[in-house]
T-cell receptor, first 114, second 112 residues
């Protein structure tokens, strides 16, 4: 299994600013994933982050808006840049481990942009 | 493109009832399928994972089945309790792309 710690758990930010979300896993993992959950919606994958390589972004998400770092096998950050109220969402960090490929999620970061 | 549909979108039942949540997906090329639970404003908790070669998995009062060829999975909850109230999400893991695709979820309310 994997235990994922995310911080901050929530934040209220002003438009035009940036927020960096941190994600720590209690074991070394190959892939880490960042998801967005807009109010009342399901989860959408933003990008996949592998250690030692550039993150792979899904359609509709760009690096300038959501830069990701993956400095080692247990840690990743997601920055939400130049925020607008439309960025108000829950952002979730996730990883997949084991032979069964079970996916685990952090508790999420609830972001409100004013 | 994999699309996942969950029916019903919302369900409200009295405590003690047995219930079934449905999940359908359009592309049968999957590695596995996971069912998750999400409490309001929280992250996801993995409930069950079914490999593509399996037909069902059980954990306590939960039983999940998978019919990959028809693109369907069901989550059966026995003897429901108020603590089961949450949103339930299914997510198949796509072969090739190696990513989960989520349905919109079923919001379940168990009334005491």
């Amino acid at each position: 299994s994997a235990v994922i710690s995310q911080k901050p758990s929530r934040d209220i930010c002003q438009r035009g600013t940036s927020l960096t979300i941190q994600c720590q896993v209690d074991s070394q993992v190959t892939m880490m994933f960042w998801y967005r959950q807009q109010p009342g919606q399901s989860l959408t994958l933003i990008a996949t982050a592998n250690q030692g390589s550039e993150a792979t972004y899904e359609s509709g998400f760009v690096i300038d808006k959501f830069p990701i770092s993956r400095p080692n096998l247990t840690f990743s950050t997601l920055t939400v840049s130049n925020m607008s109220p439309e960025d108000s969402s829950i952002y979730l960090c996730s990883t997949r481990t084991g032979l069964e490929n079970i996916q685990y999620f952090g508790a999420g970061t609830r972001l409100s942009v004013l | 493109k994999q699309e996942v549909t969950q029916i019903p979108a919302a369900l409200s039942v009295p405590e003690g009832e047995n219930l079934v949540l449905n999940c359908s997906f359009t592309d049968s090329a999957i590695y596995n399928l996971q069912w998750f639970r999400q409490d309001p404003g929280k992250g996801l908790t993995s409930l069950l994972l079914i490999q593509s070669s399996q037909r069902e998995q059980t954990s306590g009062r939960l039983n999940a089945s998978l019919d990959k060829s028809s693109g369907r999975s069901t989550l059966y909850i026995a003897a429901s309790q108020p603590g089961d109230s949450a949103t339930y999400l299914c997510a198949p893991l796509i072969q090739g792309a190696q990513k989960l695709v989520f349905g919109q979820g079923t919001r379940l309310t168990i009334n005491p």
